[in-house]
Structures are given as structure tokens and as C-alpha cells.
């Protein structure tokens, strides 16, 4: 499967903004999804995940109450309210394998295709 990310951009604090992350060559209720951020001289970080299903989601503390991913289709998504600056990073998207039906994914290793990554800059 080919992951594609879009929707970023360089936004205020406060601000939103939704992220898009479209999937071809596979049949997309077959994997987990999930989205993981890096900010520059940073490892990269689980942000949220979403099962095969779409009913079970889990985000990281840092955004709950804040992002909420959803799945439509072919397509993740990742809603972004409340901005701040420590948000400002690459965002990824990733599809794992194998997953259960209901069963979210919180660890890189777990996933096995990842997009191309799309900036997300948060100025104050």
C-alpha cells in the first residue's frame, strides 16, 4: 500500500487544520493506521491511532482533547485544533499488517508503511 500525507501548513497558535493521509495499492480496512510526528532534533513520536474498524482510537496524552484521527474509505484523518508551537513537526502516516479488527497501534515497529510526511508549523 502507498500512503500520501497532505494538509499541512504554517498556521497561528489556536489555529486548526486537518491532515489527510490517502491510500492506494491495498485494501485499506485491512491495517491499522496511525500518525506519529518529528519535530526537528527529535526522535519521532506516536501522535494518535485508529483500528481497522475505526470504533477504537488512542491518542498520545500531549494531544488528547486536541486531535482526533477518523478513517473514511481510502482515506486517515487527522483533526488539529488548539494548535500550539510544540506542535510544529513532520507528521507521518503509517499502515500496519496483520492487525486485528480492533486493535490500535501505539509503536513504530508496529507499522509497516509509512508516508512521505507533511510540515505542520505552528508559530506564536
Known amino acids: 500500500v502507498q500512503l500520501q500525507a497532505s494538509g499541512g501548513g504554517l498556521v497561528q497558535a489556536g489555529a486548526s487544520l486537518r491532515l489527510s493521509c490517502a491510500a492506494t495499492?491495498?485494501?485499506?480496512?485491512?491495517?491499522?493506521m496511525g500518525w506519529f510526528r518529528q519535530a526537528p532534533g527529535k526522535e519521532r513520536e506516536f501522535v494518535a491511532a485508529i483500528s481497522r474498524s475505526g470504533r477504537r482510537i488512542y491518542s498520545a496524552d500531549s494531544v488528547k482533547g486536541r486531535f482526533t484521527i477518523s478513517r473514511y474509505k481510502n482515506t486517515m484523518y487527522l483533526q488539529m485544533n488548539s494548535l500550539e508551537p510544540g506542535d510544529t513537526a513532520a507528521y507521518y502516516c503509517?499502515?500496519?499488517?496483520?492487525?486485528?479488527?480492533?486493535?490500535?497501534?501505539?509503536?513504530?515497529?508496529?507499522?509497516?508503511?509509512w508516508g512521505q510526511g507533511t510540515q505542520v508549523t505552528v508559530s506564536s
Open positions: 503509517a499502515a500496519g499488517r496483520g492487525a486485528g479488527w480492533e486493535e490500535v497501534r501505539t509503536k513504530e515497529p508496529s507499522y509497516d508503511y
Open positions: 495499492g491495498g485494501i485499506f480496512e485491512y491495517y491499522a
